[in-house]
C-alpha cells in the first residue's frame, strides 16, 4: 500500500483496470503501470488493465495500525459505471469501519459519484471526494462535487492540459496540479498552473503543486521524467487539514 505519490502516504486498490473515459485518460500511467505488473508475474494484473474486482483486498485497511491517508483505486475508478454499487458499498463499510484513516476518493465519471452518495444517503467523516479536471471541458465535473457534503471537496488538475479560465470554486478546499509524465506526455504551461494557484489564493482554498512531469518549467522535454517542484521559483504544497 506504500507510496510514492506526495500528497497522500498509502494507496488502497481493491479495484484495478478501467476504460478511457476523456482526454486526460489518453496517456494513463496506471494501465501502463499495470502491464509491467503483470509482465512481472503479479497474479493481481494478471488482467492487465480489464477492470477486476478484488474481494480479497477489502480489508487492507484493517490491518494499519496507525492512521494513514489513503488514495482509493489509483489503479482504477471507483466509480467506473461496470462497479456495482454494492460493491462499492462494501468500500464503504471498511471506510467507515476506521475512522483513524482518512479516504481520498477522485473520479473522473462525477455523475456517478453524485448518484452513489444519493443512493447510499451519507458520506463518511473520513472520506475526502475529488474529481480530475484536466481541461475546460471537464469543468462540469465539479459542478456534481460541490455540493456533496463531504468533510474535504478537492480537484486534481493532473495532466493539466490547458489553461482552464476562471473556476468556480465554491465549496472547494484543495486543488492538485501537475504535468503529465511518459514518452508521450503533453507540456504544461506555468501561466495554466499560476492561474489556477491565484484563483486558489483568492479563494482561500489549499493549493499543491505536484510536479512539471517529462517537460520542465523550461518547455524543453526530457527523456527520463523530471519530477521538479517548483512553481514560479517557489514549492507549493499546501495540504487541506480541518
Given amino acids: 500500500m506504500s507510496t510514492k505519490i506526495e500528497w497522500t502516504d498509502a494507496t488502497w486498490n481493491p ?33 492487465g ?26 489503479m482504477s475508478d471507483l466509480f467506473h459505471e461496470d462497479v456495482p454499487f454494492s460493491f462499492i458499498e462494501r468500500v464503504m463499510n471498511v471506510i467507515e469501519q476506521t475512522p483513524q484513516h482518512r479516504y481520498q476518493l477522485l473520479t473522473k465519471r462525477a455523475e456517478r459519484m453524485h448518484d452513489f452518495f444519493n443512493y447510499y444517503g451519507i458520506i463518511p467523516s473520513n472520506v475526502w471526494l475529488g474529481v480530475t479536471v484536466e481541461n ?19 480537484l486534481s488538475c493532473e495532466p493539466l492540459l490547458e489553461d482552464l479560465g476562471i473556476i468556480d470554486l465554491t465549496n472547494i478546499d484543495w486543488v492538485i496540479v501537475g504535468g503529465e509524465s511518459g514518452i ?20 482561500n482554498v489549499a493549493f499543491f503543486f505536484k510536479q512539471w512531469g517529462t517537460w520542465g518549467s523550461d518547455g524543453v522535454k526530457r527523456n527520463k521524467h523530471v519530477n521538479g517542484k517548483e512553481l514560479n521559483g517557489r514549492v507549493i504544497q499546501e495540504m487541506p487539514y480541518l
Fill in 49 to 74: 488493465f480489464n477492470l477486476s474486482l478484488h474481494e480479497d483486498d477489502l480489508s487492507e485497511p484493517l490491518k494499519l495500525t496507525k492512521p494513514h491517508t489513503i488514495f482509493v483505486c489509483s
Fill in 184 to 203: 508521450q506526455a503533453r507540456p504544461m504551461k506555468g501561466d495554466w498552473a499560476i492561474n489556477i494557484e491565484s484563483q486558489a489564493k483568492a479563494n
Fill in 136 to 154: 475546460k471541458k471537464a469543468k462540469y465535473r465539479i459542478d456534481h462535487l460541490r455540493n456533496l457534503n463531504a468533510s474535504v471537496k478537492f
Fill in 15 to 47: 479495484i484495478t483496470g478501467c476504460t478511457k473515459h476523456s482526454d486526460g485518460c489518453k496517456h494513463c500511467y496506471a494501465e501502463v503501470m499495470a502491464r509491467r505488473l503483470k509482465a512481472m508475474g503479479l497474479s493481481k494484473y494478471s488482467n
